[in-house]
């Protein structure tokens, strides 16, 4: 990765912290890239604190039994797994899918120098093994420079326990 995907990388997590002040980084994934060329995923990096306090319940059950907090440090698919469950379809793949399109449509309209384009950097021998379209056809997908899709990997919090404390006890 050259220094301007970095910047871009940097461009879009600026972009994304404005909806979603909470989100504290992007961790590209390029395993998915290198196999398929299509789409780059990433790993959401943020800040569980921020991330209540912007509005998401803290789940109640975890306020009696604190030995469950230790939990919350682990990855997931979705934030429904960080929120009290009356509110789970309000942080399920609907709001992953609104997260990724709010990636995309900024990602996209980055210059061709600062984003991935769809096999971006593949040789013939991997286009071949990549797609099941001829080579003639798959070497011109590659030709528009087309930008990638974006997905999420995983959610990562980040979690202050002394922080979150405090927080738990000044609502609750």
Do not use: C
């Amino acid at each position: 990765m050259d220094k301007y995907k970095k910047a871009g990388f940097k461009l879009l997590l600026n972009h994304i912290k404005k909806k979603y002040p909470f989100v504290t980084g992007l961790k590209p994934n390029f395993e998915a890239f290198e196999r398929y060329g299509t789409f780059l995923s990433f790993d959401i990096e943020f800040d569980l604190v921020k991330f209540y306090k912007s509005g998401a319940p803290f789940p109640k059950n975890y306020i009696v039994n604190k030995s469950l907090w230790e939990i919350l440090e682990q990855e997931g698919y979705y934030l429904m797994r960080y929120v009290d469950g009356s509110a789970d379809e309000n942080y399920s793949s609907d709001y992953n899918a609104e997260f990724i399109k709010h990636m995309n449509s900024f990602y996209s309209h980055l210059p061709d120098y600062m984003r991935y384009s769809i096999f971006e950097g593949y040789s013939d021998d991997q286009l071949e093994k990549a797609v099941s379209m001829s080579l003639e056809g798959a070497k011109r997908w590659q030709n528009e420079k087309e930008p990638v899709k974006t997905e999420i990997s995983y959610w990562q919090p980040k979690v202050d326990f002394d922080k979150l404390n405090e927080m738990v006890e000044s609502i609750y």
